[in-house]
């Protein structure tokens, strides 16, 4: 129906009907125009569509099945060239290409207003939903609000209060599920500048919270980023288990409790900057900057500080006191990734002001690494512990078919005591020790790289003690029933050197000093087997107290046997007593003899008393 006059036309219930087809489209669109009511007014130079309705029935269009109904109240202005619609909502049901094979139910709400001589929109109070999504092994809802700006002449998309929320479940879902949000403050996308710019972001999902900035550029040719992220607070164990990932197994269970993140970051497809970056685990912040180069092959390289950090916490229960250096660490390792330290390439050094390292304490620690196509160098590694100092220089080579490693290591005025307590719990030796090891050695597993070990070592502690056995107190209970004191043998120097072969220590040096006695002993460790086996002899220089000297003079010239039998961990020091006694009785034997051939000297003459005390020293009990 329609009224005409000179100032107005007026239609109602009007209705346009047709099919749409051709190759843009990529298949055929039917559609259904109906409207309560058009009205255009000349005088106010305006149109006024009430209700206007269109369905788009069974299209077939770029391999997207499907139908859709939009409908709402629309004005246009003839003079501003303004169209405005307040009401404007849109229903499709799809499936196909548009959804990856997949389906779902789509709606629209929200209020536009467009001039088209400015060729330019506004959307706003915008609500953009997907229900019943299922597609490539993700089915739920998702949903999209917010205030939208499009400017066709400067190709400008900017948006406001742009908020993504996500209700989402699958097997392609890390954990199974995404429930979470995603708000933009401002963005904005110019076509034509090929750049992005998101001012503000807050996302909420899995368990993490995060806010930052982000700009991207290059969507033509090379693609370039950067912005900033801060990641809230997490539990790592959580995330893992949200994710349907097991947490690794530690020491101890409080570990990987807390987590948190802020970072400065850009780069290119290829390139990937990390500067002013804070990570914290636990109780320990790592600080510093960083970069992976080549994606596909990565080269990373960084420079970061730690104030502290307690590696012992995050190993196995049995891994947790293996290693003491590094060079130990590398050689403690169950099975060495071949391939992956082939592809590992890096420049960097780390910086830890308080380390914990198989139950150590170790202050400034600094690492420095090198490595290339399987070839990795450490060098140098410095740390300061117990008093004293540690150096060392590493080198892996793992471009052939085994692993080739060399070591060289130094201690430096360390305090051995306090360094075993910590490492073994109860120490065998004590004093300030000096150490250095040359070592090398090939294999693919931890077994195999210390039954290869071979080299030179030395070392040297002063003014310190040997626990668990009181050397001259043991002797002296044998001979005097001497009381000594304490359980341990003090000394001024215990030195030594050593070769290694084939992972057995072989010693041939090691010597005791102190004011009281002498060692001189000789033996190997067999690190493969874990066992040790060392035979000496001691001889005494001082007396024992109470005694007035007489056990010394008994024992003068005689160098009584000692042995150390047992494990790595808990030596056992022993003395031959059997021996101890027969040099003893022998040393009084020999004496008694001297006193009667000099009586006998003196009473028959000289050859006869000597002829007399050879026979009595035979018959001598």
């Known amino acids: 129906k329609a009224q005409l006059d000179t100032r107005s036309v007026s239609l109602t219930q009007a209705k346009l009907k047709g ?67 307040n009401n404007l909502r849109a229903a499709a049901n799809i499936a196909g290409r548009a959804v990856r094979g997949g389906k779902a139910n789509l709606t629209l709400t929200g209020a536009l207003r ?58 392609n879902l890390p954990g199974g599920k995404l429930n979470g949000t995603l708000n933009l403050a401002s963005s904005t996308l110019n076509v034509g500048k090929e750049s992005l710019r998101v001012r503000q972001f807050t996302a909420k999902g899995m368990g993490l919270s995060a806010t930052g900035g982000l700009n991207l550029g290059g969507f033509n040719g090379t693609p370039t980023y950067d912005g900033n992220i801060n990641v809230a607070p997490f539990s790592p164990r959580k995330l893992l288990a949200r994710i349907g990932e097991t947490a690794p197994r530690t020491s101890d269970p409080k570990a990987l409790q807390s987590a948190s993140l802020s970072t400065f970051f850009s780069g290119t497809s290829a390139l990937l900057k990390l500067k002013k970056t804070k990570v914290t685990v636990d109780q320990t912040t790592l600080r510093g900057s960083a970069s992976i180069a080549n994606l596909r092959q990565p080269n990373y390289k960084f420079r970061l500080r730690a104030d502290r950090l307690n590696i012992s916490r995050y190993l196995t229960p049995e891994d947790r006191r293996k290693a003491a250096t ?97 490492l073994k719990g109860k120490p065998a030796l004590t004093g300030t020790g000096t150490a250095t090891a040359k070592l090398r050695t090939s294999g693919v597993n931890g077994q195999q790289l210390i039954s290869a070990l071979n080299g030179t070592t030395d070392f040297r502690i002063d003014n310190g003690t040997i626990r668990q056995i009181d050397i001259v107190r043991s ?51 067999d690190l493969p087997r874990d066992a040790l086996d060392y035979r000496g002899e001691v001889a005494l220089v001082g007396t024992c107290k109470g005694q007035g000297g007489r056990v010394r003079g008994k024992l003068a010239g005689i160098d009584i046997p000692i042995r150390v039998t047992g494990s790595i961990a808990n030596p056992r020091p022993s003395l031959d007593t059997g021996r101890v006694l027969e040099a003893v009785a022998q040393r009084e034997i020999e004496r008694k003899s001297e006193r009667i051939t000099k009586k006998l000297q003196e009473q028959v003459g000289e050859q006869a008393g000597k002829v007399l005390g050879e026979t009595t020293k035979k018959v001598l009990p």
């Open 19 to 85: 099919v749409l087809a051709g190759g843009a489209l990529g298949g055929k669109l039917p559609f259904d125009l109906t409207t309560d009511s058009v009205r255009f007014s000349g005088a106010e130079g305006s149109l006024a569509i009430v209700n206007a309705l269109a369905k788009l029935a069974n299209f077939d269009v770029a391999q997207t099945k499907g139908s859709a109904t939009i409908n709402g109240d629309i004005g246009y202005s003839l003079k501003t060239s303004v169209l405005v619609s």
């Open 114 to 171: 467009a001039n088209l001589q400015g060729q330019s929109a506004a959307f706003s109070n915008l609500v953009i939903e997907a229900k019943d999504l299922n597609t490539v092994g993700v089915a739920g809802t998702a949903k999209a609000t917010g205030n939208v700006t499009v400017n066709m002449k400067s190709q400008v998309v900017s948006a406001k209060k742009l908020l993504f929320t996500s209700n989402l479940s699958g097997a």
């Open 326 to 422: 590094p060079g130990a660490a590398v050689t403690a390792a169950a099975t060495l990734p071949l391939e992956t330290l082939r592809r590992f390439n890096a420049n960097g050094s780390l910086a830890i002001n308080d380390l914990r390292l198989a139950g150590l304490r170790v202050s400034k620690a600094n690492v420095s690494i090198d490595a290339k196509n399987g070839l990795i160098r450490v060098t140098p590694a410095r740390a300061n512990l117990y008093g004293g100092t540690y150096a060392g220089n590493i080198r892996l080579d793992a471009r052939g078919k085994t692993a080739q490693m060399s070591f060289d290591e130094k201690l430096t005025q360390v305090d051995v005591g306090a360094l075993l307590t910590d």
């Open 475 to 525: 002797i002296c209970t044998l001979v005097e029933n001497a009381r000594g004191r304490g359980g341990e043998t003090r000394f001024d120097a215990l030195t030594g050197s050593a070769k290694i072969v084939n992972g057995v220590i072989e010693n041939d040096a090691l010597s005791v000093s102190s004011p009281l006695l002498r060692i001189g002993a000789r033996g190997i460790v």
